[in-house]
Each structure stands twice: as structure tokens, then as C-alpha cells.
């Protein structure tokens, strides 16, 4: 593949070839967001059983079905190989990957971080993105820069929806803005049920008064389960510590004490409780104050909201990559491409 074939979106002679790793709610999203697209194919898909890798593509349908029934992608046939360090072998099976969605939980909190590891220490060379949700985490991340640089790794960090497309959406609305005064993101999700999305769940529990990542982690289904019954299924979560405040300081559009995230998380119904939305409030060069609001449509899915800027900022990473610019990048800072 070269340069222009990446860069000029319409004449791809080799589709880029995807791995999603983590195969629950936005794994098995990402299968089907990928399914009809010329530009990207779905090569490779690991859970934590096992993983499918085959080179002309994965069937996205036969790789849910298999996952629903069996409990892993391991046992797709012929493709599928049952492991407990499913990512390890993936890599060492030293089949050819372009990118990787990183869809996996970041429990414990330093867990992707420690997936990074393993890319930088393979050898792999390629782009990794993740849809990463902590402060902390991104920060470990960015710490790992220069062995990313090394290791010829194009890392686009904090591109799901929020931090990812909200983040993106402040960054350019900043644009009018002498000065920014205040970044306040509130999303609305609504799933039909939590066992579809149980990573997210756990770290939005993580994110409640007397939780935090460990306790989160801990907790038994039944736990989750009865947690969820106190609150009707509802999660409503303030002044959460979220990447878009450190993505937004390290793009120099505000500083992270400027930015607020909150939201409301329904897991009985997947109608969204209140519109997705990020404000940005500043000051123009006339001295006016005024707000800008991007609000999401309510009828797109937390998925479609993750999946699809994840995949985007893929695309925006091949490019950087095939030009030579390794490191990491986040979402504030790079915008996403649209594929095909
Ligand atoms: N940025 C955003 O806007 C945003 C929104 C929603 C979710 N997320 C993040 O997406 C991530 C995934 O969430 P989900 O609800 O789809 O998770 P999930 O619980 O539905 O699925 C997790 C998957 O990861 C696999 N897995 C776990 N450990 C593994 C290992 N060691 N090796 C290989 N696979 C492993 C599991 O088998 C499972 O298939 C979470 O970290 C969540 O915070 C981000």
C-alpha cells in the first residue's frame, strides 16, 4: 500500500487490515461497522478466550454468532485458535496487521497500557487506537511516547465518543474563541440491557460516590446487578474523571480544570436519556462571550458514536504512519478521516 493509496480515499488497491481486540459490546460493533466498508477488512478479532484471524476477512455475522454461543471467537471455524493470552499469540503469530481497535476494558486502570507493552516489546509495527475513558489511563499512555516512537507505533489515543468525537467537537469549536472560559460535556447513553456493554458499566460504577476502579472490578454480576435495581437501571455520574480534560490542555485549548464531563447512563432502555452534547464557552476577540453547542443526534448508538470516529481515527493514523510520524496522538489533536 502506498502513500497515495492511503491518503486518496478513493482508490484503495488493498483494503487496510483491521484487528479489534476485545469482542463484547464495541468489539462486536466494530465487526459490523467494518462489514460493508471497502477501505478497512476485518482480519483478526481476540477476546479473552481466544482469538480469529484469516487473512481474506472475517465473516463479522459468523464471529458474533460464534461469540453469542460459544463464549469465544476461538471457536470459529476454521479461523479460530482457543487461547488465555489471546493477544500475545495473536501477535506471535506474526500475521499481517495494519491496525488494531483496542476495544478491550481498561480494568484495572493500567490494563491497556500493559497491552501497549506487549505491542511495543513484538516488534508489530502499525497504528493502534483505543477508546480509553481515564485521565490516568491516557496519561500512562502518553508516558510511553518515545518507546512508541522507537518501536514505529502510530498510537491515536481517546477516539471513542467522549473522549474521542466530544473532544474533537470542542477542539473545533475553539476556533472562535480568543479564550476558552469552559468545556462541559454530558452524554446520554441507553443500552437495553448491561450485560452487553459490562466493561463500560463496571467503569461508569467506578465513577459513583464510594466506588472506584478496584471496588468496580470486583463487583459480582449479582453486585452489578443489585446496584443497578437501587437506581431503576440508571446511572447518573458527575464531574467524572475523563481524558477530554487532558487532551484538551495538551492540544493548548484550555486548562483540564476548565473541562467537566457528566452524564446519564440508562441500562433498560435504549432510548438515550438526555441529548449528547459538549458546550464550549469563550471569549471571541471583540470581547463577546458566547457558547457553541455540538449535540449528537439522539437516534445514534453509544456504538455508532465510538465505533465509527475509533475506525476514522485509524484511518487518520495509517496516514501519519505511512508518512513516518510515529508517537501517539489524541483525538484532540488530529481529526478523523471518513471511510469508505
Ligand atoms: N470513549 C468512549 O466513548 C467509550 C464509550 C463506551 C465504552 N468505552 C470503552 O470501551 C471498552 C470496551 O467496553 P465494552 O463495554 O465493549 O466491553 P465488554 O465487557 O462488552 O467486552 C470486553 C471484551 O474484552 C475481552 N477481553 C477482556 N480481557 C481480555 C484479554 N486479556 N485479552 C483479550 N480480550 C479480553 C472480553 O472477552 C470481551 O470480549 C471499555 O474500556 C469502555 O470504557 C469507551
Avoid at 459513583?208 to 463487583?219: D, I, K, L, Q
Wanted: proline share 4%.
Amino acid at each position: 500500500m502506498n502513500t497515495n493509496q492511503v491518503m486518496g480515499s478513493t482508490n484503495f488497491s488493498k483494503a487496510i487490515r483491521i484487528g479489534v481486540l476485545g469482542f463484547g459490546g464495541l468489539g462486536q460493533a466494530a465487526a459490523k461497522v467494518l462489514a460493508p466498508k471497502r477501505e478497512m477488512i476485518l482480519v483478526a478479532a481476540a477476546d479473552n478466550k481466544g482469538y480469529a484471524y484469516a487473512t481474506e476477512g472475517l465473516n463479522a455475522q459468523d464471529c458474533i454468532a460464534t461469540y453469542q454461543s460459544q463464549g469465544s471467537v476461538g471457536y470459529l471455524e476454521p479461523f479460530g485458535t482457543l487461547s488465555n493470552r489471546s493477544i500475545q499469540e495473536l501477535l506471535e503469530s506474526n500475521q499481517p496487521v495494519d491496525g488494531y481497535f483496542l476495544a478491550l476494558p481498561n480494568l484495572p486502570n493500567d490494563f491497556i497500557p500493559t497491552v501497549v507493552k506487549q505491542f511495543i516489546n513484538s516488534g508489530w509495527r502499525g497504528v493502534l487506537v483505543d477508546a480509553i475513558k481515564r485521565t490516568s489511563a491516557v496519561e500512562q499512555l502518553i508516558a510511553l511516547k518515545e518507546e512508541l516512537q522507537a518501536a514505529g507505533i502510530t498510537y491515536m489515543t481517546g477516539c471513542g465518543a467522549t473522549p474521542g468525537l466530544l473532544t474533537a467537537a470542542a477542539a473545533i469549536a475553539a476556533q472562535s474563541y480568543a479564550e476558552i472560559h469552559r468545556v462541559e460535556i454530558t452524554f446520554g447513553v441507553g443500552i437495553a440491557n448491561w450485560e452487553a456493554y459490562r466493561a463500560t458499566i463496571r467503569e461508569d460504577i467506578a465513577h459513583m460516590p464510594g466506588y472506584n476502579v478496584e471496588t468496580a472490578r470486583a463487583m459480582t454480576d449479582a453486585e452489578v446487578e443489585a446496584l443497578l435495581d437501587k437506581t431503576n437501571g440508571v446511572l447518573t455520574l458527575e464531574n467524572m474523571e475523563h481524558a477530554d480534560d487532558v487532551m484538551l490542555e495538551l492540544a493548548g485549548i484550555c486548562s483540564r480544570d476548565r473541562v467537566t464531563v457528566g452524564g446519564v447512563v440508562d441500562t433498560r432502555n435504549p432510548k438515550k436519556p438526555l441529548s449528547t452534547n459538549v458546550k464550549v464557552t469563550g471569549r471571541t476577540f471583540e470581547g463577546k462571550i458566547s457558547t457553541h453547542t455540538f449535540t449528537l443526534g439522539d437516534e445514534t448508538s453509544m456504538a455508532a458514536n465510538v465505533c465509527g470516529p475509533a475506525f476514522g481515527y485509524l484511518k487518520a493514523g495509517i496516514n501519519l504512519y505511512q508518512r513516518g510520524i510515529h508517537g501517539i496522538f489524541t483525538a484532540a489533536e488530529i481529526m478523523p478521516q471518513f471511510v469508505k
